[in-house]
């Protein structure tokens, strides 16, 4: 599976963004998606999943209720919605995932079998 993420830029603190992950290859072995983030100097850091029917769903706390995550499976597509953006939230925003099955969310990035290239997103002050 490859993904391909997009939809990352520059926007004032408050404002939104939403990034996009597209999945392509053998999709069908596509069963959780997360995002993650990672800025300079600092650890990769989970930030929302979703599993492949869409119902199960979990947030990293520092964006919870702010970010919103959502699947669309017919294209094979991932979707982020951040809002009220801080400059905290800077960094560069990765998409992974995983063929398990996974009952729960799994945060850790050592979980996820496969990644995009990240797309930077910057929230200036």
């Known amino acids: 599976v490859q993904l391909q993420a997009s939809g990352g830029g520059l926007v004032q603190a408050g404002g939104s963004l939403r990034l996009s992950c597209a999945a392509s290859?053998?999709?069908?072995?596509?069963?959780?998606m997360a995002w993650f983030r990672q800025a300079p100097g600092k650890e990769r850091e989970f930030v929302a999943g979703i599993n492949r029917a869409g119902v199960r769903k979990d947030y990293g706390e520092a964006v919870k209720g702010r970010f919103f995550v959502s699947r669309v499976n017919a294209e094979n597509t991932v979707v982020l919605q951040m809002n009220s953006l801080r400059p905290e939230d800077t960094a560069v925003y990765f998409c992974?995932?995983?063929?398990?099955?996974?009952?729960?969310?799994?945060?850790?990035?050592?979980?996820?079998?496969?990644w995009g290239r990240g797309t930077q997103v910057t929230v200036s002050s």
């Open positions: 992974a995932g995983t063929i398990r099955p996974y009952g729960v969310i799994p945060t850790s990035t050592t979980t996820y079998d496969y």
């Open positions: 290859g053998r999709t069908e072995r596509n069963y959780i």
